[in-house]
């Protein structure tokens, strides 16, 4: 079910570790529970040709060994080479219905969107999931809009209630709970834990707080 994968999803490139290698960072937050994993090598000093490929699929590799999908932001060509298990794709890369041609029904489609127009768009293309943000102001997307909090994801959620969303953007454990009273799915993070002290440790204390807030959301939960 794709909501699962989406409850706490961990994006990450060589550029977003700093002095950490960016396979044990990795390593943590599988192991911390993440649910899913973005691969978005991107930026002047990121990784190029071959070495971008064995770095992705070092990734991958990793991935499947704790058995949490591999998407790769951007680049189809590599999710192709890869046999990834998707592909998240901006407003500015290649149109969402080309890529679901390109892929097959079966891979995941991620979409950025950023209004109600792009998320009908997205849904129409095929789109597994739509990412929505930044929700809070962010230092680790160079050109990212406006932070516009919940609101648009409120609007995407009402009219959309079967597509699946995540919020992203300047999400931490303390300020994530609106994504999820907005109808969100998950959150989309990168800084909260490529840059923790601890990743791993950061990791599980986020999932242990979306698991707690989507079981209080459950309807089962009112019948313990
Ligand atoms: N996309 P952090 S914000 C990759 O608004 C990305 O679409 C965004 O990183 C969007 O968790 C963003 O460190 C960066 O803020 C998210």
Redesign the pocket.
């Known amino acids: 079910m794709i909501n699962n994968i989406l409850r706490l999803y961990f ?1 990450m490139g060589s550029m ?1 570790t700093k002095q950490n290698d960016p396979i044990e960072v990795l390593e943590l937050a599988l192991q911390g529970g993440i649910t899913c994993f973005q691969f ?1 090598e991107k930026g002047v000093a990121s990784k190029q040709g071959q070495e971008k490929f064995l770095f992705a699929e070092k990734c991958m590799k990793l991935c499947r060994t704790y058995k949490v999908p591999f998407i790769v ?1 951007d680049d189809v060509d590599l999710a192709l080479a890869l046999n990834a298990d998707g592909v998240h794709i ?1 407003q500015d890369d290649e149109i969402a219905s080309q890529v679901r041609e390109k892929i097959g029904k079966d891979k995941i489609l991620g979409v ?1 969107v ?1 209004n109600e127009e792009e998320a009908f768009l997205a849904q129409k293309a095929g789109a597994d999931y739509v ?11 160079e050109d ?2 406006t932070p516009a909090g919940t609101k648009v994801m409120e609007q995407v959620a009402f009219q959309y209630p079967y597509l699946p969303i995540v919020g ?4 931490t454990k303390e300020n994530l709970a609106p994504v999820f009273k907005a109808g969100g799915a998950g959150v ?5 834990i ?2 923790a002290e601890n990743p791993q440790h950061q990791a599980k204390q986020l999932r242990a707080k979306i698991d707690r807030i989507l079981e209080r959301e459950s309807p089962l939960s009112e019948h313990p």
């Not at 989309?188 to 909260?192: D, E, R, T, W, Y």
Request: proline share 3%.
């Open positions: 994006i977003n978005r932001n901006g950025s950023h990412g929505v943000g930044p929700v809070y102001a962010t230092s680790s997307k990212a809009r992203i953007g300047g999400l989309a993070l990168i800084s909260a490529a840059s």
